[in-house]
């Protein structure tokens, strides 16, 4: 592990995997930089693969008070300390890594996976979300929070959660459960940003499951229609997830 300093001084932790080209991974909600060791292992032939911990995660330090440039900034760090050229994002991760090349952090391509834009057929965006994670936030209640996430904003049955709170996951997800309104600021209200994705020219792979529900499926091609230089790729997977041996040639077909 190595850490390099953000803009406002905040310690961001980060990994290394392989020798060639830099392609930094980002990470959506809920998950911190071990969540891509099988694929940063899977590419590490071909590429220098980089890990991190978004701020507030992990090893990566935090402020005390969230704003979306300071994740734009920690990625931008990140990239000048390792020289990465490639950058590569799923779920939510997919908004900041948009969103830091729209603000000008340079990158040669992207791939995203998925970003969870809620169109025709999603879900609905939970009631009172953000006030709702806020408030388990503030009572010291981060279980409460991850539920919200897992149970209404992902759409998983509760019986799910009750199977994690046994393991040692359930601390880890308990630790990052203040970081949900991170993601939820960098999602805004979950439409495509059309606007903001005009502005990215960046040549982008869009990348779904095939065995994702079709508004996921149909968000990403959303946002490769709203992406002025992009393309979409199909490939098996499960639900929000295409496994390394698969993911990993698609990429480093489309990077190299």
């Not at 388990?136 to 998983?156: K, S, T, Y």
Request: negative net charge; hydrophobic residues 45%; charged residues 20%.
């Amino acid at each position: 592990m190595e850490k390099v300093s953000s803009t406002d001084g905040t310690a961001i932790a980060y990994d290394t995997f392989g020798n060639g080209p830099g392609l930094i991974l980002v990470a959506g909600a809920f998950t911190d930089r071990s969540y891509y060791v099988p694929l940063a292992t899977a590419l590490s032939s071909a590429f220098t693969v980089i890990t991190y911990d978004r701020r507030g995660r992990g090893d990566s330090g935090d402020s005390s008070q969230y704003a979306i440039e300071r994740e734009i900034e920690d990625l931008s760090s990140l990239r000048e300390a390792t020289g990465a050229v490639f950058g590569y994002a799923d779920s939510s991760g997919v908004m900041l890594l948009l969103r830091a090349v729209a603000a000008g952090v340079p990158f040669e391509k992207l791939a995203i996976m998925e970003p969870p834009f809620r169109g025709e057929g999603a879900p609905p965006v939970p009631d009172r979300y953000v006030e709702r994670l806020q408030e388990f936030i503030r009572a010291g209640n981060p279980g409460g929070a991850a539920e919200l996430f897992i149970i209404e904003a992902v759409g998983q049955p509760a019986s799910a959660v009750e199977e994690i709170k046994p393991t040692p996951m359930w601390p880890a997800l308990e630790a990052m459960a203040h970081t949900l309104l991170y993601d939820a600021a960098l999602m805004g209200d979950s439409s495509v940003p059309v606007d903001l994705l005009a502005g990215v020219r960046t040549p982008t792979l869009a990348i779904h499951s095939t065995s994702s529900p079709a508004w996921l499926q149909n968000a990403t091609k959303a946002a490769a229609d709203a992406l002025p230089n992009s393309q979409v790729e199909a490939l098996p997977g499960q639900f929000h997830q295409v496994p390394p041996e698969t993911l990993a040639p698609a990429l480093t077909a489309f990077y190299l």
